[in-house]
């Protein structure tokens, strides 16, 4: 009876099955029953096969009648609930002699609950061939009781919490001898475990160095493993010669550990080997000779460890080879073998740096994988490199700057690709008719292959796909105006029926954003930068329920953005449209896009003032910039609300009023690039301009890590806020050609990431604080133009910073770089105490609060000395600016 994943919705298992004293199998794994095991499945005494595994809702009491079942080969009980019942493991593992296999995963035993087990002399051998304990709570060494299952043949302790070596293998000679002596059998390092095939100790914490299962002189003589899985430890050390000694293993993996040193020679005399893993270790040297001698071997993994040198030429004799997997070390050269394996399936060998031509693949026919990207390939690619016949699914053969692909237009090939990849490869035609061909296509990228010309008549031919890009190329013509005069239905049947991504990027494309994309409801990514298009922001794109991205920078697109954009809510969550000419007010729509990363609306014609409802509810807001538009207003205090924000640029604006202090809240400019993973959300090129060190920059690879205040080119005035050195992650702050006053900070030391730093184009006073010496990374200083006096400081950093312009218009400064030397009084101060800073400007100060004393003729007073005193009205200013601030 075999009832095996039947949902029995948690019901009893039914009593009838009590009565079925023929069964011979019963087999309810993962049949959603629940309860007690009933007693009555011991009446079956015929059963040879018992399964109720997969059940975590079934409860065993007790395991006595389990006895009866003399004829019982197969127990199952992964996932049940059998810790609680007496004597569990006297009974599962002695009491039922014919029991061969027996499957215990995942039931949260422990090495306590079979402490005594060992030591019980009364107990007959175990039966036991096959034991599964995978999926529990041992830890530390290996149980005790393992010593006695002397008839082992496969052990399976993966996904444990084991952190000892490997033990020794013995023979089972002295056993009885050694069961009165507790000291001997509680050394868990031995196993007499001589007839085992095949030990899997994966997922655990194995450590030290890796020793292998060895054996001791002739003591375990027969011992024969052949299945030896140990991946996702933590051994270390080099491959030890135990191992290749086990010559009749058929199966290693040593995946996911901390291997160092080389691949033994002596691994090609394991010539039963048909799978091996030693991939993810830091494994150097060359991949040995020996490596050829492997005739049986069908799996070759050694993906990312530190191998270099050529591939070798031996490994061309691997007849059997069915995948071949070396990505990801520093292997150099491609040995023309390689195209021998005829049985080979898989070869994936990017993010290596081999060299030399693109190897021949013709007698190939089984290949349905070949990744050779991200190498230094080089020469000419033609159809004769591909078989006649072939299997071929998915190539990849993308940054190997080198290899032109030179394809003949009647070329029909023999295969159906679903993924194909030749990002900045040399194409240097119109779209590659063969391309047309593949109509099973889900992966499409030729992005830097300077294919040019327009889209091709017959794009409507391709598949619906999860991604097409085309970026970075020379394609041009208006998207709605195909060749061969094709309508917009049929641009939705080709490259808008993309059904994730659509990248056409840094193209020569015209004319309007064709209405037909907003029929590709799957639309998550959309990249149309930097093309020449026109028109305005398609209103019916806010239904694209899944849209993600929205890239539509550097272009000549005009407008107001549409409130349909809102309709997108949580899904959108990176909108860049600057360098543009939209218009208008900041659509409080967005006020709906709570999951935006990246809002970008620099370099338009925006204006009024920055609303406050773009710092409510942003949560994962990261880049805020609105660069160059006309905005005016105060900075919105509600912007300190945003905790994640580590770019914030609003320069190149009308902004008015002081610095908000309570920018110091924004936790992403004080730990930097604790928010990088919200940086990703999808398969697409990332890029930011941003001014730094005097320039502008474009980010892309490191845009995640970049942290900068911009608030440069407005009208802002006040001091310089002294919470702002709490921001310790800023690499870049901007507050030049502002109004600011006061003096710069003392503690500007603190901004300890400080790369670019400029205040120029202000009116700041005082000296110059020492502790400006201790910015270690500063690699770019304006100070320029400003009202700043007195010796400029030395030691560290600023010795670097050589060049005089950085201090230009400050004419009471003095010492070097500037040729004006300093008398013996002009020192940099050191520290200034909170009051001292409150004290500066002392007269102007009482002469405003005596004023104020009588109230008609101090408010009249002021007033005109204000209109008449531009000093005055500054300290003015920047004395109430400071009382809000406090305040705020």
């Not at 019942?85 to 006297?90: D, L, Q, S, W």
């Not at 300890?752 to 005082?766: M, R, T």
């Amino acid at each position: 009876m075999d009832l095996s994943g039947t949902y029995f919705g948690g019901s009893s298992i039914p009593e009838f099955i009590g009565s079925l004293t023929q069964l011979r199998y019963l087999i309810l794994y993962s049949a959603g029953f629940s309860g007690m095991v009933p007693h009555f499945i011991g009446n079956l005494s015929n059963l040879r096969v018992l399964d109720l595994g997969d059940m975590d809702l079934l409860v065993v009491d007790d395991f006595t009648w389990f006895s009866d079942l003399l004829s019982l080969t197969y127990l199952d009980l992964s996932r049940v609930s059998i810790v609680k019942a007496p004597n569990f493991h006297k009974v599962l593992l002695y009491m039922i002699p014919s029991l061969l296999e027996l499957r215990l995963s995942g039931c949260d035993l422990s090495n306590s609950q079979f402490y005594q087990t060992h030591l019980d002399s009364n107990l007959t051998f175990s039966t036991i061939q096959k034991l599964d304990l995978s999926s529990n709570l041992f830890h530390s060494e290996s149980p005790l009781f393992l010593q006695n299952l002397t008839s082992l043949r496969v052990l399976d302790l993966s996904s444990n919490e084991l952190n000892s070596s490997i033990p020794v293998m013995r023979n089972v000679v002295d056993l009885n001898l050694a069961l009165n002596n507790f000291k001997a059998i509680q050394d868990t390092r031995v196993w007499r475990l001589c007839r085992l095939k095949s030990l899997d100790l994966s997922f655990n914490s194995m450590k030290g160095g890796f020793m292998g299962p060895s054996t001791n002189g002739s003591e375990c003589a027969q011992f024969s493993l052949e299945i030896l899985i140990l991946n996702d430890n933590e051994f270390g050390g080099e491959i030890p010669k135990s191992l290749v000694r086990l010559t009749a293993l058929r199966e290693v993996n040593l995946a996911f550990n901390q291997l160092t040193g080389t691949i033994p020679e002596a691994l090609g005399n394991l010539t039963s080997l048909q799978e091996l893993d030693l991939s993810w270790n830091k494994l150097s040297g060359s991949i040995p000779n020996s490596i050829g001698n492997l005739l049986l071997l069908k799996n070759l993994d050694l993906y990312s460890n530190l191998l270099k040198g050529t591939i070798p030429f031996s490994i061309g004799r691997l007849s059997n080879v069915e995948n071949l997997c070396l990505p990801y070390n520093q292997l150099c050269g491609l040995p023309l073998s390689l195209g021998n394996l005829s049985k080979l399936q898989y070869l994936d060998i990017r993010d290596n740096f081999l060299q030399g031509p693109f190897p021949s693949f013709r007698k190939l026919s089984k290949l349905s994988l070949l990744d050779i990207s991200n190498n230094s390939l080089s020469g000419v690619v033609t159809e004769a490199h591909f078989p006649n016949t072939s299997m071929l699914e998915y190539f990849d053969a993308s940054s190997n700057y080198r290899l032109s692909f030179k394809i003949s237009p009647d070329w029909r090939p023999p295969f159906q690709l679903r993924t194909l990849q030749l990002r900045s490869c040399k194409i240097e035609s119109e779209f590659p008719r063969w391309i047309r061909t593949q109509t099973s296509l889900d992966t499409l990228v030729l992005s830097n292959t300077s294919i040019y010309g327009p889209l091709p008549d017959r794009l409507s031919q391709l598949p619906i796909m999860t991604i097409l890009d085309l970026s970075h190329n020379f394609l041009n013509g208006p998207l709605t105006n195909l060749p061969s005069n094709q309508t917009i239905e049929s641009l939705t049947q080709g490259y808008a029926s993309v059904s994730n991504s659509l990248l056409l990027k840094n193209n020569l494309f015209n004319g309007l954003i064709p209405e037909s994309l907003c029929n590709v409801t799957n639309l998550a990514i959309l990249d149309l930068s930097r093309n020449m298009l026109l028109g305005t922001f398609l209103d019916c794109l806010g239904n694209l329920k899944k849209l993600k991205v929205v890239i539509l920078s550097s272009n000549r697109l005009s407008g107001v953005i549409p409130s349909s954009l809102g309709n997108l809510g949580s899904s959108l969550q990176w909108l860049a449209l600057n360098n543009n000419s939209f218009h208008g007010e900041l659509p409080k729509a967005l006020t709906n896009c709570t999951s935006l990363t990246l809002l970008d609306f620099g370099e338009n014609k925006f204006f009024g003032g920055i609303q406050n409802w773009i710092g409510d509810n942003r949560k994962v807001l990261v880049v805020l910039r609105l660069h160059k538009n006309s905005f005016t207003g105060p900075i919105p205090v509600e912007l300190c609300k945003i905790s994640t924000l580590q770019i914030m640029d609003l320069g190149e604006n009308k902004l008015t009023g002081i610095i908000p202090c309570c920018f110091q809240n924004i936790s992403g400019m004080i730990t930097g690039g604790d928010y990088i993973t919200i940086l990703s959300p999808g398969t697409f090129e990332r890029s930011l301009s941003q001014v730094m060190k005097g320039v502008t920059l474009e980010y892309t690879n490191t845009l995640s890590y970049v942290v900068n205040m911009d608030l440069s080119s407005n009208k802002l005035v006040g001091e310089i806020p002294k919470e702002l050195i709490l921001l310790s992650g800023l690499l870049g702050l901007n507050l030049s050609n502002n109004h600011l006053t006061g003096r710069i900070p003392d503690r500007i030391g603190d901004m300890n990431s400080l790369e670019s730093l400029d205040f120029s184009i202000n009116h700041l006073s005082g000296m110059i604080p020492q502790s400006l010496s201790a910015l270690t990374f500063l690699s770019h200083l304006n100070l320029s133009h400003n009202n700043l006096s007195g010796r400029i400081p030395t030691g560290s950093q600023l010795q670097t910073l050589t060049d005089p312009s950085i201090y230009a218009g400050n004419s009471e400064l003095c010492g070097n770089p500037l040729q004006i030397r300093c008398s013996h009084d002009d020192v940099p101060e050191t520290g200034r105490s909170a009051e001292e800073d409150e004290d500066d400007d002392g007269e102007e100060k009482i002469w405003i609060y005596g004023a104020t004393c009588g109230f008609t003729t101090g408010f009249m007073g002021i007033v005109g000395v204000l209109v008449l005193k531009k000093r005055w009205r500054l300290t003015f200013f920047n004395f109430v600016g400071y009382y809000i601030c406090k305040k705020l």
